[in-house]
């Protein structure tokens, strides 16, 4: 298997647009997985409250799948911000699935003030690991999430941000495996 030099901090902020200048995380999950064996040590996940609109909680509920309640009592971005990185302050790579995650994690923390927080991380994407391997296969494109979880053995598709990335940490994991055995 492929060794890490420091465990790996897997993270997703859910935007609430697609537009990194002006759109807002409203939700910041992560979990934090052992460099050797990739079993998790610790996770995050909670809603950010960017409105009081009834119509806007609405919507952020309809893109994370979270309540409108939930989003109700949620902290505000610094708050949660601090709260993120005051959790996984050790030494850690930062892993996505896609590199526009890492764009909204930067503008999350520097929004907040904490950009020493993920200044100077290394950081790979999942995606990248997936095209090579699929290469390494013989797939001529890189395969869609769902493919992935095909190709790994994984049936059970992910319901929550947290899902999502304890899938991908699963995909990671089987990925790694198969790239040590070729």
Known sequence: MIKFTSDILLFECIPSGNHPEKDQAIEASAILLDKSNFLEKAFYSKPIKTSLLDSVLTRHSELTGRSIEEFRKA?????????????F?????LAC???KSYTYLQRFAYKN??????????VFSIWTIAYFYS???GLRKQ???DTLLEICGITEK???TLDYLRTQAKILEKITEKITDL
Do not use: C, H, M, T
């Open 158 to 160: 992910p319901k929550s």
């Open 135 to 137: 290469r390494i296969v």
């Open 75 to 87: 902290s505000r971005s610094i708050n949660v911000a601090r709260e993120f990185f005051q959790l």
């Open 143 to 145: 395969p869609a999430f």
């Open 113 to 122: 003030g904490l950009q020493s927080k993920i200044d100077n991380q290394q």
């Open 97 to 99: 699935y896609q590199p």
């Open 89 to 93: 302050e050790s030494d850690y790579i």
